[in-house]
């Protein structure tokens, strides 16, 4: 706590009577009533219990129950020698005496427990006001209070401080002219409606200081209820959240120039590929041309240059075109839907075909699946294709497809008996042209499996590859899954 | 109607693989193109072709205006035309059937395959199909 902080001990004295006035009072107190008993005697004859009574009641009013109680004591004392027969002894004549002393400290007894039972309410209260005002210093802009009406009475420190204003100056609705002022008739229009309906409050604004500075403040508050019904006051907080919605901006504009920089990148990849088909293809033709009409009439190194350079075309349109397929993943104008993952996975197989005779896919577990219908086909088409591609020639080629269900996933895999994937590699492998084995092996580009990366992290997922079956392979991957409907959050629980 | 030279060379060089014996024709821009077929100077004595293949990016009168100028001409809009280009995007092939377009035929990525499409077309438009006189 800072000097000057607007933080007040909690625990304090109700009422700050010093020892001395305590002290005389509760001795000077029935002193006087017996007195004023004295001098009204002869005209009214009073009796004495309600005037002494009223002097340990005003004693335990002014200085609290312990002194309450010394004052009983002597007033009892005072009551017992000058006013019980027989006077001016400490004797009790008979019983009604006896009755009257008994009563008498009895009624104070009580009065006594009642004031201070007031009293430690009021304490309570004051206790737990002084809690709030900590409490609603802590954090800035700290706590408000207003009345019924919306009428601001108060305002924390921390407020007062940042905005340089006083307690007068936000009082009503003078603290609307610190919004700023595209913001201050709606603010006022909502806090109106708000007082008016009872709602919750929950609204955030931007502030101006006389310095210039602007802040953004979230303000909160509830109605706080009368027990007889209808409302006391209005009680709130408000927040600094500047950071947070500075920090907000800066990540809104991060993601805006990434996903602009990403389109760029996207179309510059696109239009690329694109333009580079057309001069690819007079290139190839007229290599073609070349072959044709003089095969065998230049010498066999003529012929064998040709035919390099008409297989480098023919690679070199491969790649391209692979290359624009790679690019429209992920762009499909088609939503995502829940689609069975069986018929995709058949749908795969039946664009795969045909399959040598001695392929056999098997399957487990296939649920449904929250994706792009057309993608998954494509996806699961290029897995089967190269566990086929990629199978031990002397054996049977065994695929496994299963998938199962997990919170907010579902993981799926292909598995295979194949040639498999050294561990070294396995990272590798999704990478755009990137390839084990030379095209004389095995055919291919090296584009499907950085477009079965591509399709599932366009998901948001993941694939990975893992040991298979014998020493085959084992792609593996993982979408998050959303529940669409009652009926899927049922088989989520299943 | 092909603007291109080696692309009208691949044209002659897949016909005469082909041993056709029709005549090849071209025009290399259309402005040309409308000329030729409304036989104005300098083609004045040009013959009425029996088949078109037509390519959409023709400089000084684009290959679009130049086929929905021969559908709406009642003397040529009973010539085929055949697009013959190097786009493949749905948005032209759908524009160029709806200037009715009898086909469209994207430009193939080498010669054997390019000789195959011409073989088929002469199959298809001379042999299959019956034209008007």
Not at chain 1, 234 to 242: A, F, N, R, S, Y
């Amino acid at each position: 706590m800072n000097s000057g902080s607007p933080l007040v001990p909690v625990r304090t004295r109700l009422r700050n009577r010093s020892t001395f006035t305590c002290i005389s009072l509760t001795i000077a107190l029935p002193i006087i009533a017996l007195l004023i008993n004295e001098w009204l005697r002869p005209q009214l004859k009073p009796s004495f219990e309600p005037i002494l009574t009223a002097s340990v009641a005003g004693v335990c009013w002014f200085c609290g129950r312990y002194y309450g109680a010394a004052a009983l004591v002597v007033s009892s004392v005072v009551f017992e020698y000058f006013f019980l027969a027989p006077y001016y002894t400490f004797d009790l004549a008979g019983v009604n005496e006896a009755l009257r002393f008994g009563f008498f400290v009895a009624v104070n007894g009580l009065i006594i427990a009642l004031m201070s039972n007031l009293y430690d309410a009021e304490a309570a209260v004051l206790r737990s006001d002084r809690m709030y005002r900590n409490l609603s210093e802590l954090l800035p802009f700290g706590g408000w209070i207003a009345d019924e009406d919306g009428n601001m009475r108060h305002v924390a420190e921390s407020f007062r401080r940042t905005f340089e204003c006083t307690m007068e100056q936000c009082a009503g609705l003078g603290w609307t002219s610190l919004i700023v002022e595209d913001e201050r008739e709606k603010v006022i229009t909502e806090w109106k409606a708000c007082v008016a309906k009872g709602y919750f409050w929950d609204f955030e604004y931007r502030m101006k200081n006389p310095r210039g500075e602007v802040y953004t403040v979230l303000s909160r508050g509830v109605p706080v209820a009368d027990p007889h019904g209808g409302r006391l006051s209005w009680i709130g907080m408000c927040l600094d959240v500047t950071e947070r919605e500075r920090n907000l901006q800066e990540r809104l504009r991060q993601a805006r120039d990434i996903a602009r920089f990403n389109a760029e990148l996207d179309q510059l990849a696109y239009v690329s590929a694109h333009d580079l088909q057309e001069p690819l293809r007079t290139i190839a033709s007229y290599l073609q041309l070349l072959q044709r009409r003089y095969q065998g009439q230049l010498d066999a190194d003529a012929d064998q240059f040709i035919n390099y350079a008409v297989g480098a075309a023919n690679h070199l349109r491969q790649l391209l075109q692979d290359l624009m397929r790679l690019q429209t993943v992920g762009k499909s104008p088609r939503p995502k839907d829940r689609h069975e993952l069986r018929a995709l996975v058949d749908r795969a197989i039946a664009n795969v075909a045909p399959l040598p005779d001695d392929t056999y896919i098997e399957f487990g577990d296939l649920p449904t699946i929250y994706c792009h219908d057309v993608e998954f086909i494509q996806l699961f088409e290029q897995l089967i294709a190269n566990a086929v591609k990629y199978r031990r020639p002397a054996a049977a080629c065994h695929i496994r497809i299963a998938a199962e269900r997990g919170p907010g996933f579902v993981s799926a895999y292909v598995r295979d008996n194949g040639v498999g994937i050294a561990p070294e590699f396995r990272d590798r492998i999704f990478d755009v042209f990137q390839r084990l084995h030379s095209r004389s092996e095995y055919p291919g580009t090296g584009i499907g499996l950085a477009i079965c990366r591509k399709i599932v992290e366009s998901h948001g997922g993941r694939i990975w590859v893992e040991n298979g079956e014998n020493g085959g392979a084992c792609f593996c991957f993982t979408v998050p899954d959303i529940a669409s409907g009652p009926d899927d959050i049922h088989k989520l629980k299943a | 109607m092909e603007d291109s030279p080696s692309d009208v060379r691949l044209m002659r060089e897949a016909l005469s693989a082909h041993d056709s014996s029709h005549e090849l024709l071209v025009v290399t821009d259309g402005e040309q193109a409308v000329r030729f077929l409304r036989h104005e100077p300098p083609y004045t004595d040009s013959p009425r072709p029996d088949l078109v293949f037509l390519d959409l990016n023709l400089p000084r009168l684009d290959g679009r205006d130049v086929l929905s100028m021969m559908k709406a001409d009642p003397a040529l809009r009973s010539i085929p035309v055949i697009v013959l280009t190097t786009s493949e995007s749905d948005q032209d092939v759908h524009n160029a059937y709806d200037l009715h377009a009898n086909c469209y035929i994207r430009k193939p990525g080498d010669f054997d395959e390019f000789l195959r499409i011409v073989r088929a077309c002469d199959d298809f438009w001379f042999h299959i199909v019956r034209l008007p006189k």
